[in-house]
């Protein structure tokens, strides 16, 4: 575990997902999963922070699939993730597709300091599951958000169905992902969230269930969010 003067990061997680960025863009690839919920994820921000001329902050973007589906839905995107193998795949596939975007190898922290209360969304997309310090992460988000703003958070619930699904089903049965993509004690519980965000001085707004069924390879929203759910916060004004 890599924290302190290292950064909030395990350097095992950003080698693991690093090493899938040549496929990261693949829709039959190891984040197949990801393409499937995307355009469900762009709705929901999409709804409650309209993107059109709204500036946006995602912050371990990946390889960019929300980033750029947000830029092109008319959002002035600034991406963030530590892995530069991720961040040199995100700006290849922009320079390809025509997206205009603004893609760091930085850490949310360092954002927040240099340019609070700058964003009107910001989005951190199954990503604080993977870090040691997940609070840390939201108070930074919260920091960069204008008055008003809205963060939204996606992750995997700790429930026995979680780690049947998605560890057990995902990584051992249907090999959706790689072995080792998720570990259990890392999922983070609905009031969890709540906590840090209220802590950080944000609202909780919304809290959905993201049902995606992988014999249809598709997403939709849910009731249910005993596994993957996604949330909506505000700043307020």
Known sequence: MNTGTAGNFRQSELDRFGALAARWWDPHGP???????????????????????AKVLDVGCGAGLLSEAMAQAGADVTALDLAPELIKVARLHATESGASLDYRVQPVEEIA?????SFDAVTCMEMIEHVPDPAAVIGACAAALKPGGRLFVSTINRTPAAFAFAIVGAEYVARLLPKGTHQYRDFVRPHELAAWLRAAGLELEDVSGLAYMPLLNTARLARRTDINYIVSARKPA
């Open 31 to 53: 984040q197949k999963p990801l393409h499937a919920l995307n355009p469900v994820r762009l709705a929901y921000v999409d709804a409650r922070a309209p993107l059109m001329g």
């Open 113 to 117: 300091a240099a340019m609070p209360g």
